[in-house]
């Protein structure tokens, strides 16, 4: 089967750092991708991970280890427009573009 | 230009009934895939085309079906409505059928009364 884990909550404060982990255990593996969803929207595009280190984009960066199953979202600068769940999904090698997610992480920031 | 388009935002039905719920991908995109989101849930995979052809499918009974039209427009449809059922159904495009980040539309919420 596959899975992958993220915490299910963190909280934050405003202007700090926060980083949201995700393991993930799957049969093949080709790419990991990193999506923020505000309450009641759709989830939109923030990373997408193929090869080992880190992708930075702005104020966001993801991290990638195929060898350890790992990866990880960075957010800097926290602003109050970042509360919102983070999902992180998987799609497997020799397959179409299924985004197999976790189940989410709900980041809270507090001013 | 526009995002992805889904239709209707909101829609209240009754077990045992059926639903038709739409969606229309960027411009230019080919691919579409269909997810249903649990209140608390990551997105579940149920479908994806690819040029009119499905080209994957998830886990979930054959009361589900789906198809993309050649304007790569996409339906999915819904038999025999269950209480479970009731969630937000996202559709997503993409470029390629593959290796692209793929974009959502707002979804549908369904209610089963």
């Known amino acids: 089967g596959q899975n992958i884990d993220q915490p299910t909550e963190m909280t934050a404060t405003e202007g700090a750092i926060v980083q949201i982990n995700c393991t993930y255990q799957?049969?093949?593996?080709?790419?990991l991708f990193w999506y923020q969803q505000h309450a009641g929207e759709a989830p939109t595009f923030l990373s997408y991970n193929v090869l080992d280190g880190l992708e930075e984009k702005g104020r966001f960066s993801s991290f990638l280890s195929r060898s350890k199953g790992y990866s990880y979202l960075l957010l800097k600068e926290l602003q109050m427009k970042d509360s919102a769940s983070y999902l992180c999904?998987?799609?497997?090698?020799?397959?179409?573009?299924?985004?197999?997610f976790g189940a989410g992480t709900r980041l809270a920031v507090h001013p | 230009d526009a995002g992805v388009t889904q239709s209707p935002t909101h829609l209240i039905k009754t077990r045992g009934q059926h639903v038709t719920l739409r969606c229309s991908p960027i411009?230019?995109?080919?691919?579409v895939s269909w997810y249903q989101q649990v209140l608390g849930q990551g997105p579940q995979f149920i479908f994806q085309?690819?040029?009119?052809?499905?080209?994957g499918r998830g886990n979930f009974p054959d009361r589900f079906s789906a198809r993309q039209f050649p304007n790569y427009s996409s339906e999915l449809n819904v038999n025999a409505l269950l209480l479970g059922d009731s969630a937000l159904y996202l559709c997503?495009?993409?470029?390629?059928?593959?290796?692209?980040?793929?974009?959502f539309g707002d979804g549908t919420r369904l209610s089963i009364l």
């Open positions: 085309y690819y040029e009119k052809e499905e080209r």
């Open positions: 799957t049969s093949g593996f080709n790419g």
């Open positions: 997503a495009s993409s470029f390629w059928d593959r290796g692209q980040p793929q974009h």
């Open positions: 999904a998987v799609t497997l090698s020799g397959g179409y573009n299924k985004l197999i």
């Open positions: 411009s230019g995109h080919k691919s």
